[in-house]
């Protein structure tokens, strides 16, 4: 499969975006610096109506379970030496896609010595308790999956449901070296289809997104991309890498982007709807994300994780909440005060099996 030129879009669609509060919403245990890439379900999806979300550390894939989607219990793994979960939900199964990897690799990764490798996998399970065995979907076998000094990777998988029988899967592909991180981020984003989200997957001819010198924001890497439907187009948030040349440092942030047809992309804002900060636990990068949209709420909820120092020595990576209005319903402060006066908050320790309610108790 080859990609079709680019063209704009019609008729934009521009969302308001609010974080639910300063501090991270999940922090990462010791003895691993970073809590990374999550994804979830809300409690309307799930068996147990309760919010699941997944995320990875340096060791594997965690599974966290919460009443109302800000205070989480302990988690559990899910499985060893994964990273990068997408999960998604279909006619009472569950799936999750994740990067897999050798054994200690992340860890090794780090030195300039070891080359990387992955695979895009997927596991499936009824009760999101009990996970079948993994099923290979894509093997990094394009050149575009390869780097001839940093290795072969493909990772961040993002199903999107096209139609009753075509599923695509948006993944990253090789690797670029980000100097002052010390590791490697994602070169392109590429796509495959299939007729099932078990495979077997067509890769498309070429990657759908690369880096772009003249891109403030995507001159590095392009980092990777979730992509849902909404109405009659397709929203993307990319995490693209970038180099500043003036402060001399990289970073990362997020990127809106709009489709017809999920192929060809306008960036709607002009620059990244969230990005660092320079300081806090935000300061240096602001990397993958997960967005659904709640009909219930009418609102976008995206969790993401962002890292506070660059340097694989001292950096360290937790998960934050953003969540959106669109702009021609009511306005954002309207649906979310993350104040004293929330009564959202309030409203926290009521339990609901229907509706979707991002709420902290007090």
């Given at each position: 499969?080859?990609?079709?030129?680019?063209?704009?879009?019609?008729?934009?669609?521009?969302?308001?975006?609010?974080?639910?509060?300063?501090?991270?919403?999940?922090?990462?245990?010791?003895?691993?610096?970073?809590?990374?890439?999550?994804?979830?379900?809300?409690?309307?999806?799930?068996?147990?109506?309760?919010?699941?979300?997944?995320?990875?550390?340096?060791?594997?894939?965690?599974?966290?379970?919460?009443?109302?989607?800000?205070?989480?219990?302990?988690?559990?793994?899910?499985?060893?030496?994964?990273?990068?979960?997408?999960?998604?939900?279909?006619?009472?199964?569950?799936?999750?896609?994740?990067?897999?990897?050798?054994?200690?690799?992340?860890?090794?990764?780090?030195?300039?010595?070891?080359?990387?490798?992955?695979?895009?996998?997927?596991?499936?399970?009824?009760d999101?308790?009990?996970?079948?065995?993994?099923?290979?979907?894509?093997?990094?076998?394009?050149?575009f999956?390869?780097?001839?000094?940093?290795?072969?990777?493909?990772?961040?998988?993002?199903?999107?449901?096209?139609?009753?029988?075509?599923?695509r899967?948006?993944?990253?592909?090789?690797?670029?070296?980000?100097k002052?991180?010390?590791?490697?981020?994602?070169?392109?984003?590429?796509?495959?289809?299939?007729?099932?989200p078990?495979?077997?997957?067509?890769?498309?001819?070429?990657?759908?997104?690369?880096?772009?010198?003249?891109?403030p924001?995507?001159?590095?890497?392009?980092?990777?991309?979730?992509?849902?439907?909404?109405?009659?187009?397709?929203?993307?948030?990319q995490?693209?890498i970038?180099?500043?040349?003036?402060?001399?440092?990289?970073?990362?942030?997020?990127?809106?982007?709009?489709?017809?047809?999920?192929?060809?992309?306008?960036?709607?804002?002009?620059?990244?709807?969230?990005?660092?900060?320079?300081?806090?636990?935000?300061g240096?990068?602001?990397?993958?994300?997960?967005?659904?949209?709640?009909?219930?709420?009418k609102?976008?909820?995206?969790?993401?994780?962002?890292?506070?120092?660059?340097?694989?020595?001292s950096?360290?990576?937790?998960?934050?909440?953003?969540v959106?209005?669109?702009?021609?319903?009511?306005?954002?402060?309207?649906?979310?005060?993350?104040?004293?006066?929330?009564?959202?908050?309030?409203?926290?320790?009521?339990?609901?099996?229907?509706?979707?309610?991002?709420?902290?108790?007090?």
């Amino acid at each position: 499969m080859s990609l079709k030129p680019k063209k704009n879009i019609k008729n934009k669609t521009n969302i308001y975006w609010k974080l639910y509060q300063d501090e991270p919403i999940l922090k990462p245990n010791f003895p691993s610096p970073i809590l990374a890439d999550p994804s979830f379900l809300f409690p309307e999806n799930t068996i147990d109506h309760k919010w699941h979300l997944f995320a990875h550390n340096i060791f594997g894939i965690l599974h966290f379970r919460s009443e109302n989607g800000i205070e989480w219990e302990k988690p559990k793994y899910v499985v060893k030496n994964g990273m990068r979960p997408f999960i998604f939900q279909e006619a009472g199964e569950y799936f999750l896609y994740y990067e897999k990897y050798k054994p200690f690799h992340v860890l090794m990764s780090w030195f300039p010595f070891r080359r990387w490798k992955s695979e895009i996998v997927v596991l499936t399970s009824k009760d999101l308790k009990t996970w079948s065995d993994p099923i290979s979907l894509i093997q990094p076998t394009k050149d575009f999956h390869k780097d001839k000094k940093w290795g072969n990777s493909v990772g961040n998988p993002c199903l999107v449901k096209i139609d009753d029988s075509k599923y695509r899967l948006y993944y990253s592909s090789s690797l670029v070296y980000v100097k002052d991180c010390g590791f490697c981020e994602p070169l392109h984003i590429s796509v495959a289809e299939s007729s099932s989200p078990k495979g077997p997957f067509r890769l498309f001819t070429q990657p759908l997104f690369s880096p772009n010198k003249e891109d403030p924001y995507v001159n590095l890497g392009a980092g990777a991309i979730k992509v849902l439907r909404w109405r009659d187009r397709y929203f993307g948030f990319q995490n693209g890498i970038f180099w500043n040349p003036v402060r001399k440092e990289s970073g990362s942030a997020i990127l809106f982007l709009q489709s017809e047809d999920g192929l060809n992309w306008d960036r709607i804002n002009p620059g990244p709807i969230l990005g660092p900060t320079g300081k806090g636990w935000k300061g240096s990068h602001v990397y993958a994300c997960d967005v659904k949209y709640s009909d219930a709420e009418k609102i976008f909820i995206m969790y993401f994780n962002a890292r506070d120092r660059a340097h694989w020595t001292s950096g360290k990576e937790a998960i934050g909440l953003f969540v959106g209005k669109v702009e021609e319903e009511e306005s954002l402060k309207e649906i979310l005060k993350v104040k004293k006066n929330n009564p959202a908050r309030k409203k926290a320790t009521k339990k609901s099996k229907t509706k979707t309610k991002v709420s902290k108790k007090r």
